[in-house]
């Protein structure tokens, strides 16, 4: 079990029994279309029968079936980071587990703070760190609980969450924050009840903690902590690098020689200059379908302010790397953690500065082998630290509660999924799905300008342009403050939101997204204070 990332509950997992049909949408005008958000069977929505699509409404690029005249390319064929031969001499030795626990039966008590500390006398470089934990309480809307290590960074395990409901239990996942800290010394758990009236026990809590012992891998020092311009991989298809409102916006990978055929980096990726195709395997992100709605989306998150066309949310602040070919060559999900693997490899052992991932695309997946593999990428991202920002399905109104959409509804610290304003920003907008359970906030997405390939500029709506205009305020985040974690812009852009009447029991904050607040909140943001040698 992982900390959960719904701000206001705690929900459990939801399956879903059925989907309507969905009619296909009349031909419209390229210059105004209304955008599907991505799923494999090239339709999307769930239950958008129940009411008509907008007239001039286009179900954007999915993740389609393979097309018969594109390779299919055999999984042997992505390999990324070191060759065999660096791997051979890399020691390999089996990871250590270190266990402590605690059992204080301690009463927590309104409006004061209990703390309880456990130890490890030997030392690992964690690579996982999870908290079990027995807290009764009969209102954990009250608590807020962390865990400090003994050099004095914190996590919050839970912040007020889940209402009236009993305790807080089980097994939460605190790897993202603490990964690569040394276990050795004495961590503190505190539990604040910040009300009166509940009262509870903290009857026993324990640490597990994976990782490596000190010296046993000295061939792969860890890389320097990447720095310069927040980095947002937008994962669609192509973005046109040539737009000349994009032409600076990208990321340029600066070991690369552009056009020598020759994987300069060592990456597994020929002139891979501006990103990765994952569809084709090849540094050419502009082959394939979709071109029109990544670049659409990179315009949004960082289109120039050269007084053209549209400017970009982070323009200026933040370079777009384009995983192109999504629609290609394979399923969605397979693409998906190519990708992933992709921009992981590229964050951490080539030093670029990949802060998010917007995935303005998704379906549903009832299978369960499918689900365990989106959360696996997705955890992928979590444990490099890398933000996703995902789209909601345009289901015309319907709610996705209890619909297991991915990657949107994937609960993890590092997710943060958006529903579509109209354009006026003061009610969803027709078109767009909502669930207070799994969609935290809602940004404008309806009669978006922005750039498409070829060098102009088109009206776009649906999830898929709401998703990068919360992708650009992230970047925003990220460039005033790199010291940010993906899960501390995810919760920044959730406390900031501006409350709106028309989004209550919709998503779960009942707020739409406000640039100006989130990027004054990350100025602003120091790390917890600790309650360490108290």
Not at 450 to 478: C, I, N, Q, R
């Amino acid at each position: 079990m992982t900390v959960t990332r719904k701000p206001l509950s705690l929900p459990s997992p939801t399956t879903r029994t059925g989907e309507a049909a969905r009619p296909e949408a009349p031909a419209t005008p390229a210059a105004e279309r209304v955008v599907a958000r991505p799923g494999k069977n090239g339709t999307d929505g769930f239950e958008s029968a129940k009411s008509a699509r907008p007239t001039n409404f286009v179900d954007r690029p999915t993740g389609h079936r393979p097309d018969p005249s594109a390779p299919v390319l055999p999984a042997t064929a992505f390999a990324f980071g070191p060759s065999k031969a660096t791997l051979a001499g890399r020691d390999t030795s089996t990871p250590v587990t270190l266990t402590a626990s605690a059992t204080p039966n301690a009463a927590v008590k309104d409006l004061a703070t209990v703390t309880s500390t456990v130890s490890f006398d030997k030392d690992v470089s964690l690579d996982s760190l999870k908290l079990n934990l027995d807290l009764a309480h009969s209102y954990r809307g009250d608590l807020v609980v962390k865990v400090t290590s003994p050099s004095g960074k914190t996590a919050t395990v839970s912040n007020r969450q889940g209402g009236g409901a009993d305790d807080v239990k089980g097994s939460f996942d605190l790897s993202t924050t603490f990964k690569g800290e040394s276990a050795k010394g004495t961590w503190t758990l505190s539990v604040e009840d910040k009300a009166r009236a509940d009262t509870g026990t903290l009857k026993s809590w324990g640490l597990e903690a994976t990782g490596k012992a000190p010296g046993t891998d000295p061939v792969d020092p860890k890389p320097p902590r990447p720095t310069g311009d927040p980095v947002i991989a937008v994962f669609d298809g192509g973005v046109d690098f040539k737009h000349s409102d994009l032409d600076s916006a990208m990321w340029t990978n600066p070991n690369e020689v552009a056009g020598d055929g020759i994987d300069n980096d060592g990456n597994g990726v020929k002139d891979d200059i501006h990103g990765y195709n994952v569809g084709f395997n090849s540094g050419d992100v502009m082959k394939g379908q979709g071109t029109d709605h990544g670049t659409h989306v990179a315009g949004i998150i960082a289109a120039e302010d050269n007084g053209e066309g549209n400017t970009g949310i982070a323009a200026g602040k933040a370079k777009v790397m384009s995983i192109g070919g999504l629609y290609d060559g394979a399923d969605l999900l397979t693409n998906f953690e190519r990708g992933v693997d992709y921009i992981v490899n590229m964050k951490e052992n080539h030093g670029v500065n990949v802060r998010a991932l917007n995935a303005s695309f998704g379906d549903e997946y009832r299978d369960a082998a499918s689900q365990a593999r989106w959360k696996a990428a997705v955890q992928k991202l979590a444990d490099a630290d890398i933000l996703l920002v995902a789209a909601t399905a345009n289901g015309n109104g319907s709610n996705m509660n209890n619909v297991q959409d991915f990657p949107a509804n994937i609960d993890l610290p590092n997710v943060i999924t958006v529903a579509a304003m109209d354009q006026r920003n003061d009610k969803l907008a027709r078109f767009s799905s909502h669930g207070d359970k799994v969609v935290e906030l809602a940004a404008v997405g309806e009669n978006v300008l922005s750039t498409v390939p070829g060098g102009d500029w088109e009206k776009m709506s649906g999830t898929s342009m709401a998703t990068p205009t919360v992708a650009g305020a992230a970047a925003l985040m990220f460039a005033a403050n790199p010291d940010l974690t993906a899960a501390q812009v995810r919760d920044l852009l959730v406390q900031t939101v501006e409350i709106d009447p028309d989004l209550k029991g919709k998503v779960s904050t009942s707020g739409k997204l406000d640039i100006a607040a989130a990027v004054k909140a990350a100025e602003e943001f120091t790390p917890p204070a600790t309650v360490a040698g108290r």
